[in-house]
């Protein structure tokens, strides 16, 4: 018990215990003549008591104490974990934890505490911070667990949905329906553990859209229904030039698809010598076609195949380089096998020999695609659009303001030829999307929460280079925002929805920065948020010790003792001398 005492004046302890052996040790002097007889002893034992009472008024004692050990039981909570802690630690004490409470100062106190269940949802971790906790979880859910799905998208985009569903139930099955209840894709679960799935569908039309995944048994019943917000944008019209050393089939088709997406287009072939042809397409013609920076400066995004590349004079690759860096132009090289074997060509993009001349993208199982016999190296500033087991097929570099992408992969018409329609066009939109001229963005915006619920704290971030912007929410509410130190233009706020359907925030004065979000009520991905939250719990207390050592909290000895002791002492003292004279 020694080690457990400490004292409320810390400071005044040797000084008082100095000053004390002092009157002690006079006050045996003054009693001197009577030794060796037991009444020296006697007071002098008696003195000590008395002066080790007056220390301990002074320095008001203390004990440090801990309460003992606690659970803290959550939702899906096993009952077996609960009997067993109760086997091994005599008198647990049991608290029920409800979300957005706060918790008693008693836990303060605990040597131990056992979170059990599911966990603490996220927005509470911060009360247990400081305590000895001991992560104790539950069953892991059924259902889905794990989810990954684009929130946004333009027409034409394949939304994929990828996740792992925990204990199916085989013959169920999950089926992705479009705002309509259409059912635009679906599959049967099977008896594994756990069954990875994808579902997908193309996006059509612009709009904030609710999509879903349902679970139905074998009969068609629907077993439960998530929801699943996606925001699709209109498509950015570009304004395209395609050069051609000589007409191919693959530009024939790519014309055709840029045309119907609404693109607008100038295409150039060389079709003999000294003989070009140039079409327009949702354009009206032009009279010039100098490959000058003020002309290449009107389009968003050149395409351009290896042999129209290589016959481009030394000046006019300067010139195309400086609208890259300075115009932001966007460059597409469409390679062929010698442009990959030389050197020096413009972003100088590492490559390696594979031997392969077709390839499976990823995610699209079965359908192959040609290629030259090469892949994209790995390097520092290389971008992957896509890839395969292989390597990277295609991908690009920042070059100034610009953009500049390469592909190894040839002949991607004849996807269009075999069926496989989307494959094509996700190809070449991802090209588009990301390689084309930057267009500056009033605001963009990042959501650090990945499902937003109704009554809960949604995270976010907004980019804007104001000094200090001002984010309104839906109902005219200003959400406080906070600036990074190390990115003055990065912002972060966290609001609270209070109704459950769409709903936007902007900056103050500016309509066009607006963001959409879907806010959900908290029966939506029950697994989904069970598993987020258990992950986060197992971290958030990962590195805590199971046990206190230190100083819990204190408990004061009560001084009326020692006050006692010195009255009873001093009082002895006074009248032992009367006594013995008498």
Known sequence: MIHNLISENQDWIWPLLVGALIVWMIFLWKEWRQFPQPRFFVKGFVALLTVFALVMLVIRPTIKSTSGRMALLTEGFRKQQLDSLRKVHRGLKVLNYHPNRSLPDSLLNLKELYVMGEGVQAFDLWQLQRLPVTFVPGSMPRGIVKLQHPREGIPGDILRVDGIYNRPVKNNRLVLSGPGGVNLDSLVLGKEKE?????????????????????????????????????????????????????????????????????????????????????????????????????????????????????????????????????????????????????????????????????????????????????????????????????????????????????????????LLDGHQNQFRKIWADILSVISRRADPSAEWDALTKHVYKDEPFHFEVRKELKRPEVIHKDSFVVPLASKIDLPYVWEGITFPREIGWSKMEISGDSTSSYPFYVMDSTQWRSLRTIATMD???????????????????????????????????????????????
């Open 195 to 415: 069954q990875a799935f994808q579902l997908s569908t193309e996006l059509k039309a612009s709009g904030n859209y609710l999509f879903s995944i349902a679970e139905k048994d074998s009969s068609g019943k629907e077993l439960s229904k998530e929801l699943l917000p996606v925001s699709i944008k209109p498509v950015n019209k570009l304004k395209i030039w395609i050069m051609n050393g000589f007409p191919t089939f693959e530009t024939r088709y790519l014309k055709n698809y840029l045309a119907e997406s609404g693109h607008q287009l100038m295409v150039r072939s060389q079709v003999s010598r000294n003989r070009f042809k140039t079409e327009y397409l949702n354009m009206e013609a032009g009279a010039s076609f100098a490959f000058t920076t003020k002309n290449l400066d009107q389009f968003d995004l050149l395409i351009i195949d290896a042999e129209a590349y290589r016959k481009l004079s030394g000046p006019f690759r300067t010139t195309l380089e400086k609208a890259i860096r300075e115009g932001g132009l966007g460059v597409f090289i469409q390679s062929d096998q010698l442009y990959l074997k030389s050197t020096g060509n413009l972003g100088d993009f590492l490559m390696s020999s594979d031997n392969t001349v077709s390839v499976t993208l990823k995610g699209w199982p079965g359908v192959k695609v040609e290629k030259w016999p090469f892949i994209l190296k790995e390097e520092f500033g290389l971008q992957t659009q896509q890839a395969s087991a292989e390597g990277i097929l295609t991908g690009y570099k920042r070059m100034g303001k610009g953009r500049l992408g390469l592909t190894v992969l040839q002949n991607t018409y004849r996807l």
């Open 536 to 582: 986060a719990n197992a971290l958030a207390f990962s590195g805590k010790s199971t046990s206190r050592n230190s100083q819990i909290s204190s408990r004061p000895i009560s001084i009326i003792w020692f006050f006692l002791l010195f009255l009873s002492g001093m009082s002895f003292l006074w009248l032992e001398p009367k006594i013995y004279s008498g």
